[in-house]
């Protein structure tokens, strides 16, 4: 009996043995995959941090030489204007028959006569009264001198010198009042005649052939047929690099070019030159006043075209003394700095200078950039210094 239960527990034994040898492994299997998912973890994580990089397009600066053009807005307005009125009374016996809105008239012909009937008879009475007065001066410098010759020998009283003088005098005053009338005289005269001062173009009028004028009375409203000018305030980056301009050309006329803008009626450029600055700024936008002058702006050619007192864009060339790049719009961030991406994917920010925009882009001044930056285009949620990022092809 006691061999049977010894046979009995030695079959037992192994069942046991496989129970825990099976244990052992499973444990060594789960041990080997836990350290295996650990060591292909990180891996993972930086697959994942790899591609959370973004890619960028760029595009490189392209040099823009020294000049430039600076743009300030203006109004271009006659040189000369002229409101017409009249001087003397009188009826209107001739009008020129471009003395309508529109109309020119070229310097020194005739615009309108006023009857001058009245006033040539006022010339020949100051004309008579100075002749006589004149006759009257000569009469009493003889008897100022004979007077005096008499009262020298005692033959005459030296009161009656002193009258002869006072007469004298008196008479030469009279010459002088004579004479002065006859000036006024001959000046109204030439006042009935009413001569343009300038090549004008008539902007209005309001007088006809039989009005009755008075003085002061407005007759008509001209502008010059010709030059015209612009005044522009130019803040104090644009003065020094108009300034710099200046200073290499030398004699003092700078071109300068008026054309339309989105406020403008008229339809075509002219071309002119910089006259001068003035010597005061203007206290309220601290901008220093230009005033361009285009000689033929009112010119017929014109007509239609060019309207007084629009508004124009005034284009001043420009020299700069620091570098100049030409750039894609999407380059310049808030018109203050550029992203420029390192050879190790990195980018760093560099202030720029916005100089210019049109239609090939941005004009920057920055002394930093080189012509083989590459400058970020791609605008990202986030832009950080140093942040890194990989390049797609560069454009051109």
Partial sequence: MSEDYRSQESEKKPSWIWWVAGLGVLGLGILIMMLAGAGSGPEEGAVAQEDSIPYVETVRPEQAGSTFMVRAPGRIQPRERLDLVGEVSGKVTNVNPDLQAGGRISRGETILQIDDGDLRANLERAQAQLATAEARLSQAEAERDRQINLADIGASPEKAAEQAIAA???????????????????????????????????????????????PGQPLARLISAGEGEIQAGLPAKDVR?????????????LPVRAVPNASSLSATDIDGYLAEFSPEIDQQSRTATVIA??????????????????????????????PMWRVPDGAVRQDAFVWVVGSNEQIRRVEVETVDRDEDGVLIRAPELAEDDRLMLTVLAEEIDGMRVHLQETQS
Avoid at 304 to 316: E, H, K, R
């Fill in 241 to 253: 690099a108009v300034r710099s301009a200046l200073a290499v050309r030398g004699d003092n006329q």
């Fill in 293 to 322: 002058v285009f000689p033929d702006a009112f010119a017929p050619e014109n007509q239609g075209d060019i309207f007084a007192g629009d508004y124009m864009d005034l284009l001043i060339e420009g020299r700069s003394e620091t």
């Fill in 168 to 214: 004298y005098e008196d008479a030469e005053s009279g010459v002088r009042q004579a004479r002065s009338q006859l000036v006024i005289a001959r000046r109204n005269l030439q006042k009935s005649s009413i001569v343009s001062p300038f090549d004008a173009i008539v902007v209005s009028e309001t007088v006809a052939p039989g009005t009755f004028v008075s």
